[in-house]
């Protein structure tokens, strides 16, 4: 898990100055990060990665990069070599404007947050096209979405996106279809201002991170507010990550840093 974290580290902030792991309250580097080597490798050269802003592992190793400047996903195995990509401008099944997001850690299925095109893509381990999830506008306004930032999958198959023009959660059933959303103006300590990323943690906990709020805000599987933290801490709060040893790495952009919580 190590590799994986320091490549996490590397490439959430792509676009930052990584002054090191911090654990929060604390005023020295909780872990020294070590140099080992860099992604990619000469296979793509001719087009290389540009603003990557997400990642995922499958339970191979393999790593999937959205690369979201090139509108594109690339997928590598665990030493940086190209396993494969697809991708480019536009709104067909194959391509993307602005991706914001990707998870690919059932080792069956990668799904994207395809920000622009509002909606979630799903594709099979080898980036085949299996389908999309559009919001339905005959559905209850509370279970519709627009502008996804974020998506992650319970061990259940279920799926969690940040809705970021309403400003919350939407959970889909293993069919896809909406069942519940959470975190909008209506649920008081657990408003959400502008969602960014989601993960599910320990106990099939839901951590959201705020970028508006500056904060964690912490979900049951259920939708029900639970906590949240981070406040005074972090500044733009983006990309988030749970190790083995149910440590969360944050992603804190505006601050040019990663921060650890246990």
């Known amino acids: 898990m190590r590799l994986k974290f320091l490549i996490l580290l590397t490439l959430c902030l792509s676009q930052a100055v990584l002054h090191g792991t911090l654990r929060a309250g604390d005023d020295k580097p909780a872990y020294l990060v070590r140099y080992l080597f860099s992604f990619p490798e000469e296979k793509i050269k001719e087009l290389p990665l540009l603003q990557p802003q997400a990642l995922s592992f499958d339970p191979d190793g393999n790593l999937y990069i959205l690369d979201t400047g090139n509108n594109r996903i690339v997928k590598f195995d665990s030493r940086g070599r190209v396993l494969g990509s697809i991708g480019g401008f536009g709104w067909e099944k194959e391509e993307f404007d602005r991706p914001l997001d990707i998870t690919a850690t059932t080792g069956l299925d990668v799904f994207v947050a395809d920000y622009n095109n509002e909606r ?13 999830f559009y919001t339905d506008p005959n559905l209850e306004p509370e279970l519709q979405f627009g502008f996804p930032s974020g998506v992650a999958i319970s061990g259940q198959g279920e799926l969690f996106i940040c ?20 975190g909008d103006f209506n649920w008081g300590e657990g408003q959400l201002e502008r969602p960014a990323k989601i993960e599910l943690g320990p106990d099939n906990r839901v951590f959201v991170s705020d ?26 709060p983006d990309g988030l990550c749970w190790s083995d040893s149910q440590l969360l790495f944050v992603a804190d952009s505006g601050s040019h840093r990663v921060v650890l919580f246990d």
Do not use: C
Request: aromatic share 14%.
């Open 211 to 236: 970028r508006k709020a500056n904060q964690i805000v912490v979900f049951d599987y259920f939708g029900n507010y639970v906590a949240r933290f981070g406040q005074g801490q972090l500044h733009q």
């Open 120 to 132: 979630i893509e799903r594709y099979d381990k080898d980036l085949n096209y299996i389908s999309s």
């Open 163 to 182: 809705d970021n023009e309403n400003n919350r959660v939407l959970k889909l059933d293993l069919t896809g279809q909406p069942v519940l959303s959470f």
